[in-house]
């Protein structure tokens, strides 16, 4: 059980495009969703928090209008990056919880590898 | 300073013996210590977490926290060369996770 997936898992785009990347919980509901990013050789680092029907809450040095997340449902969050640049290039990794109790387990997707050219 | 410390390895050992992980931290604040597992390229897994001071076995794992020192450990008895991978300390508060940079372990046959 508590399985999330992603899609894509590796995806290249030119330099200006968008990208969407889709996080799912399989057999649980997810209230709560985290995106991370990931740069080679350096770990985890929160991106954002949402919450399934609110507004997501963004950690500092984030820019939410290049980081558009959506939870429309209890278990999908998209996460697009806009107008990419090859900076943004990175392993995107999101996570699901079932519940937003302080001990709940964040299970994780296997990550999206992003290559902006 | 950064919130989580963690030495990046890489640790190597040989096939069966003890593998050793440790983290810092500087944040009071922190409630639960989780220990996840990063295979290449992959997600990370979650392999046990502890709530309060002391010691938690699971299998081969044993995790221990002594918050007076702001110290954390992971303890791998009988390593495997399936245990090759970055561990992940990563304490939590609220609902937010702050991952160490991990330590990347080799266990070699």
């Known amino acids: 059980g508590a399985v999330v997936s992603q899609h894509p898992s590796w995806v290249i785009c030119k330099s200006g495009t968008s990208v969407k990347i889709e996080c799912r919980s399989l057999?649980?509901?997810?209230?709560?969703m985290f995106w991370y990013r990931q740069f080679p050789k350096q770990s985890l680092m929160l991106m954002a928090t949402s919450n399934e029907g609110s507004k997501a809450t963004y950690e500092q040095g984030v820019e939410k209008d290049k980081f558009l997340i959506n939870h429309a449902s209890l278990t999908l969050s998209t996460l697009t990056v806009t107008s990419a640049h090859p900076e943004d290039s990175s392993f995107y990794i999101c996570?699901?919880?079932?519940?937003?109790?302080?001990?709940?387990?964040?299970?994780f997707g296997p990550g999206t590898r992003l290559t902006v050219l | 300073q950064k919130e989580v410390e963690q030495d990046p390895g890489p640790l190597s050992v040989p096939e069966g013996a003890i593998v050793s992980l440790n983290c810092t931290y500087s944040n009071s604040a922190f409630q639960y210590f989780m220990w996840y597992r990063q295979y290449s390229r992959k997600g990370p897994e979650l392999l046990m977490y502890?709530?309060?001071?002391g010691n938690k076995e699971d299998g081969r794992f044993t995790a221990q926290v002594d918050k007076s020192s702001k110290y954390i450990s992971l303890f791998i008895r009988d390593s495997q060369p399936s245990d090759s991978a970055t561990y992940l300390c990563?304490?939590?508060?609220?609902?937010?996770?702050?991952f160490g940079g991990g330590t990347r372990v080799l266990v070699k046959p």
């Open positions: 057999d649980f509901q997810a209230t709560t």
């Open positions: 990563a304490p939590q508060t609220g609902n937010k996770l702050t």
């Open positions: 996570s699901a919880q079932a519940s937003s109790g302080v001990s709940d387990t964040q299970y």
């Open positions: 502890t709530y309060s001071s």
